[in-house]
Each structure stands twice: as structure tokens, then as C-alpha cells.
């Protein structure tokens, strides 16, 4: 049941994640969800964009992220991580993600503005020319987001595996 819970709580946090980032990222710049992604849904609703794309670009990052933690926190004799020991590690990695996109918008929107990196012919020719900079900081902001979550969940499988380490050392 524990591990359940693990696996629960971590898609859910990414989940929630995902939809809190992407009505940020959705009422910047629409046209990064309803140009440079399929037409999954028949809206240009920035919320209702960020609802479904906060899900579909999500549950999959938790979802392995929550097995693999429970896996490594409860099988074997060592004794066993609970959720209450890994909730704090899940959730700080969900505002160290954010803190990233944040940043990386941040980045990608000024080195925009300031012609330190173009939009690609491509997208020049399909995104509005005032939404180039807002479109780059979507873009940075997602990858960004995707980086920082591969990494710090890494991190985070690392920590419970560290902790297990050093309960059996007790």
C-alpha cells in the first residue's frame, strides 16, 4: 500500500505541477500550445490548454519517477522509506523545477528581446512576430523544466537510496 502511495503522490505532484506551469506558459504565449503542439484539443482557451497539456506532459514524468521511488525506498531488507520520508524531496523538486522554468524563461525571453538567439525560420513563419519572444520563453521554460525534473528526480531516487544506506548504518 506505501508504495501506492509513493507512486500516487509523485504522479500527482507532477500532475499539478504541470498545470500550474502551463497556465503560466499558456497565457503567455498560446500559440506555443495551439501552433507547436497537435490539435489534441478544439480550443485556443489558454486554460483550458494548460488543463490538458498540464496532464498530458506530465503524468509520464511522475509516473516513472513514483515506481522508481518506490522501488527503491521498500524493496529489499533495508529498512523501508515511507511517503512522509519522501514527500519533502518530491515536493522540492517540483519548486526547484519551477524556480528553473522561472529562470530559464527569464533567459530565453531576454537573450530573444535582445537578438542573442532567433526564433527559427520556421517557427518565424508560423508564430506572430510580437509573440517570438514570449514563444522562446515558453520554449526554454519547458526545457528547462524537462532537464531540471530528469536530473532532480535522479537526485531524488538517489536521496532515498542514500537514506536507506544510512538507516541500516543506525
Excluded: N
Excluded at 69 to 74: D, G
Amino acid at each position: 500500500m506505501e508504495s501506492l502511495k509513493i507512486i500516487a503522490f509523485a504522479t500527482l505532484a507532477a500532475i499539478v505541477y504541470g498545470i500550474v506551469h502551463d497556465q503560466v506558459t499558456a497565457h503567455l504565449c498560446v500559440e506555443y500550445f495551439t501552433i507547436a503542439h497537435p490539435p489534441v484539443f478544439p480550443t485556443t482557451s489558454p486554460f483550458l490548454l494548460a488543463l490538458g497539456w498540464g496532464v498530458i506532459a506530465t503524468w509520464w514524468v511522475g509516473l516513472p519517477l513514483g515506481i522508481l521511488l518506490a522501488i527503491v525506498a521498500r524493496a529489499g531488507r533495508a529498512p523501508r522509506l515511507a511517503l512522509a520520508d519522501l514527500r519533502g524531496a518530491i515536493l522540492r523538486l517540483m519548486l526547484v523545477s519551477a524556480i528553473g522554468a522561472l529562470l530559464a524563461g527569464g533567459i530565453g525571453a531576454a537573450a530573444t528581446a535582445l537578438r542573442f538567439v532567433t526564433i527559427s525560420e520556421y517557427w518565424a513563419r508560423v508564430i506572430p512576430p510580437g509573440k517570438h519572444v514570449a514563444f522562446l520563453a515558453d520554449a526554454w521554460a519547458h526545457g528547462a523544466s524537462y532537464l531540471i525534473g530528469a536530473i532532480g528526480g535522479l537526485v531524488v531516487i538517489g536521496y532515498a537510496i542514500a537514506r536507506r544506506r544510512q538507516l541500516c548504518r543506525a
